[in-house]
């Protein structure tokens, strides 16, 4: 992705200061471009916990370098006992998305298996570095597998913008690179397909305001922020041609945990016969999980309901109440999508229906041992 025209991950290792991570932290975004070192684990934790980063792909890539933080100066006969502190704080740290779980027990298998003792913590961090490489690899396959869809969209409009709406930011700023649900647009982009993006604004955190609409206009892509009870509308008058939106659960079944609000949008699509995709690496499924009821649905502070925060007009960043003293107010973080309002899971393999056989199809590797 590219800021102001210099291409940047959102996570690295930091090279002035050895043994740190580089983040970028989101909460200062669209306004102020601020980069974060972290130090240690407990910095990745208040990174997860807090949303200086955030999105499926990205807090799976931060925990997987907030266990090399916790064990990057450990004495040898400290590292296991780190590690094991490391994966219990960092997995509680967001509970919905599947990556974060996913990228602290890969580094737990793994590690030992594939170098010796002695270079256990080289290997943590090998293999954190490889979590992030995939994420941005993935998601660019992701992108490619995508460019399909939408160039048979924009080949029957012969020609003119196709309208995609998304909701929250499943972009480039949601994963290490590229993003899921924006891979395909930027694919489009490159393969110099008209594209125009309807971009929730996703209360309350307003994921979709600050973060999917900056994005897409650093990378040059047309597009124009609604509320989110604009989408409804839009479909019913023919401006959707079709929905993109990112996961942060997908069970082995196809039921989708995305951003709430996503529910409401696939309702619409399917009322309105307009298809409604879904863009996730399989770092992002679940192969316990059978139903969507048995997703862990985060709870967030009632403050982000009841609270704004944005520029001031004196340049500083405010934050102002909105509602009157004593509101009650629930925060509800992410919804569950029944896999019959899927129109396809598109995957790093490929676009796979949103059902159990096409997806053991498609990942036979993936799945669990009956036990
Ligand atoms: O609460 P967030 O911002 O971490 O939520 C995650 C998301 O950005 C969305 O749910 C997104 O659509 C999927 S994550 C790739």
């Known amino acids: 992705m590219r800021i102001n025209g210099k291409h940047f991950r959102t996570i690295w290792p930091d090279s002035d200061h050895k043994g740190n991570i580089c983040i970028i932290d989101q909460r200062h975004l669209p306004h102020h471009f601020v980069i974060e070192s972290l130090t240690c684990v407990n910095d990745a934790v208040t990174a997860i916990k807090d949303m200086h980063v955030r999105g499926a792909g990205l807090i799976g890539a931060t925990a997987g370098f907030g266990m090399y933080l916790a064990v990057k100066d450990a004495l040898d006969h400290e590292i296991d006992k780190k590690l094991e502190q490391a994966a219990i704080l960092l997995t509680k740290s967001r509970p919905t998305a599947r990556n974060l779980g996913w990228a602290v027990e890969r580094i737990l298998e793994e590690v030992p298996k594939k170098v010796p003792e002695k270079d256990k913590i080289e290997g943590v961090y090998t293999t954190a570095c490889e979590i992030a490489d995939e994420d941005a690899a993935f998601c660019k396959q992701i992108g490619n597998h995508g460019l399909a869809i939408i160039t048979a969209i924009s080949k029957k409009k012969k020609g003119e913008p196709v309208n995609i709406l ?119 499924f679940d192969w316990e999980i059978d139903s969507g009821a048995d997703i862990p649905i985060e709870q967030r502070s009632g403050d982000e309901i009841t609270t704004i925060s944005g520029r001031g007009t004196t340049g500083k960043i405010e934050t102002i109440c909105l509602v009157a003293p004593g509101t009650q107010a629930i925060n509800f973080s992410f919804d569950v999508t029944p896999a019959r309002l899927i129109s396809g899971l598109i995957t790093e393999r490929g676009l796979v229906d949103a059902n159990q056989e096409a997806i053991h199809t498609l990942f036979p590797d993936k799945i669990l041992p009956i036990s």
């Not at 972009?171 to 971009?199: K, N």
């Not at 650093?218 to 922020?225: A, F, R, V, W």
């Not at 479909?235 to 709430?260: E, L, P, W, Y």
């Open 166 to 284: 998304t909701h929250c930011n499943a972009g480039w700023l949601a994963f290490v690179d590229y993003g899921s649900a924006t891979a395909p647009i930027y694919a489009a982009r490159d393969a110099g397909i008209a594209v125009h993006v309807w971009v929730d604004e996703t209360r309350p955190w307003n994921q979709g305001a600050k973060l999917t609409a900056w994005e897409l206009q650093q990378e040059g892509i047309d597009n124009t922020l609604i509320t989110d009870n604009t989408g409804g509308h839009l479909m019913q008058n023919g401006m959707v041609d079709m929905v993109i939106v990112g996961s942060d659960r997908t069970t082995h079944t196809g039921v989708v945990a995305n951003k709430i609000g996503t529910y409401l949008k696939a309702l619409a699509a399917h009322d309105n016969n307009i298809p409604f995709f879904v863009a996730l690496p399989s770092s992002t």
